[in-house]
């Protein structure tokens, strides 16, 4: 009797645990809702985006385009181009279709332009941050004053500078010039030490001041870059220099991005080399006069954004440039204390060569936010503006 009562518990035990259960399982704190093409032109190699959400909603997205130069019969594009223009486009309706035709933000008088970065002050005055190379011919490539620092084709670096808009982007006045920062040892084309400059996302503080983490060559010979805080307290007009946020021997470290916490950290998001891809994070606790000593990150990011959310976290994305090549994301708490905890989310996982990424996100509405990139995928290895729409939980 107790043998036939046993076994009766034991199937009533086994039927249970085959029923499905009655405790929803967590959702997903991000999932994707779909992928799109911002804008693809097989005439134009197209890259860096940076996109901002207007007060009445529409979206502006900015980002370099310049000739494809495989229909000139050359052999490959580059990131360095004499005809690279700083253009953008514009969405009513969240993203999901975007003006046709790019309007021309700013072309330099000196060269191609690179990475427009936009910044919306609270106000919604637009500020929109890049840098540029000027081209110059072998006879006088030999005699420029060192140091500069010279790329593809004879062109050279002239540092960085910026424009500003009243009206939401249909009118740009400048450039303006940031000011030279001690550690940068670089000279420009004509000989001037160059302005700072740095591609990544800046933040508007509390107390109005807008922080910028700028990048300088410390030295030429193994090339190594450092990254330092710069700040306005009158809307970008005047800048001073507060600390250096990275800086190492052995580490360059570059591209970054920087916000601010609720508790009011500022937190940077760095680009490295000589880390085998991996990133990094500073952290200052006093608004700026120093950071801690950077820390290495245990995952691949080239280069990091980072969005505050409405209701207080941070999302961060970032390129993913070894296989599978894409873009990828983490759902920060607010003060980016879980950064390594945090699960990494896949966005795109498709790319067909390593030029992709540089992500740039904007919140749309309480649960969605628009994630733009860069990207090329087999069969179209052009690189093309693109985005994707998250859902966050």
């Known amino acids: 009797m107790r043998v036939h009562v046993l076994l009766a518990t034991l199937g009533a035990l086994a039927a249970a645990s085959s029923l499905p259960s009655l405790v929803a399982a967590p959702a997903a704190p991000l999932r994707k809702v779909q992928d799109l093409v911002v804008y693809a032109d097989p ?3 197209c890259a860096f985006p940076s996109v901002v959400r207007r007060a009445d909603g529409e979206l502006l997205l900015a980002f370099r385009r310049a000739p494809n130069r ?4 050359e052999g490959r594009n580059s990131h360095v181009d004499p005809n690279s223009f700083l253009v953008s486009v514009r969405s009513r309706d969240g993203g999901l279709t975007w003006s046709p035709e790019p309007t021309l933000l700013y072309a330099d008088a000196w060269g191609g332009a690179q990475d427009p970065c936009l ?7 637009l500020l929109c ?3 540029g190379w000027t081209f110059v011919r072998p006879d006088g490539l030999e005699k420029l004053k060192q140091p500069v620092h010279q790329n593809l084709f004879g062109s050279v670096f002239n540092g960085g500078f910026y424009v500003r808009s009243a009206d939401g982007g249909r009118a740009w006045s400048g ?6 920062i001690t550690p940068q040892i670089l000279l420009d084309p004509r000989g001037q030490p160059i302005p700072a400059y740095n591609r990544g996302a800046l933040a508007e503080g509390r107390d109005g001041r807008i922080f910028w983490a700028v990048a300088a060559t410390e030295a030429i010979k193994p090339s190594r870059t ?3 805080l710069i700040t306005s307290s009158d809307r970008g007009a005047t800048w001073t220099y507060a600390s250096p946020i990275a800086t190492d021997p052995q580490v360059v470290f570059n591209e970054a991005s920087i916000l601010e916490t609720p508790r009011g950290d500022l937190v940077t998001f760095l680009r490295t080399d000589k880390l085998n891809g991996d990133a ?10 120093s950071f801690s000593p950077w820390r290495r990150l245990n995952f691949h990011a080239v280069p990091l954004h980072g969005l505050r959310l409405r209701d207080g976290r941070v999302l961060l994305t970032y390129g993913h440039r070894k296989a599978p090549l894409g873009v990828r994301a983490r759902l920060l708490n607010p003060e980016c204390t879980d ?16 030029d992709l990424g540089y992500s740039w996100s904007v919140q749309l509405d309480d649960t969605r936010v628009l994630v733009a990139y860069y990207m090329n995928t087999p069969g179209t290895p052009l690189p093309h503006i693109a985005a994707s729409i998250l859902e966050i939980n």
């Not at 495989?70 to 019969?73: A, C, F, N, Q, T």
């Not at 990094?280 to 608004?287: L, N």
């Open 43 to 45: 005439a134009y190699h």
């Open 70 to 73: 495989l229909l000139l019969s």
């Open 119 to 125: 910044l919306q002050l609270r106000d919604g005055e």
């Open 129 to 131: 941050f890049s840098y």
């Open 175 to 180: 450039p303006f010039r940031p000011p030279h």
């Open 226 to 228: 450092a990254v330092h």
């Open 280 to 289: 990094a994070i500073a952290r200052s606790t006093d608004g700026g006069k």
């Open 339 to 354: 950064i390594e905890a945090a699960p990494e989310f896949v966005i795109r996982d498709d790319g067909a060569t390593v």
